[in-house]
């Protein structure tokens, strides 16, 4: 089992990124997949999640109206689009798999998102 995230980076207020996760090992489109994001010596923070059909999703009120979060069954991949950026976005970004049926959650490595002011 493998997520890897890629897109992170460097970006001035207001800018834009798109995170991308790419996923293998498991059937991906019976997991939820959510980005949670982390800054160092805080806790790790839900971002947003889309179910496995991508129909549904919810978002954290931090990121409300500033984030999409997608998903392509057919290539494995989960997107976190993220515009109006604020210094205050920065953090590092996980992708996550979770299928709550059977208790199975997954993690990826991590991207680091810097926005500068």
């Known amino acids: 089992v493998q997520l890897v995230e890629s897109g992170g980076g460097l970006v001035q207020a207001g800018g834009s990124l798109r995170l991308s996760c790419v996923a293998s090992g498991f059937t991906f489109s019976e997991y939820v997949m959510s980005w949670y994001r982390q800054v160092a010596g805080k806790e790790r923070e839900w971002v947003a999640s889309v179910f496995g059909d991508g129909a549904g999703t919810n978002y954290a009120d931090s990121v409300k109206g500033r984030f999409t979060i997608s998903r392509d069954n057919a290539k494995k991949t989960v997107h976190l689009h993220m515009n109006t950026l604020k210094p205050e976005d920065t953090a590092v970004y996980y992708c996550?798999?979770?299928?709550?049926?059977?208790?199975?959650?997954?993690w990826g490595q991590g991207t680091q998102v810097t926005v500068s002011s």
């Open positions: 996550k798999a979770r299928l709550s049926r059977i208790r199975v959650e997954y």
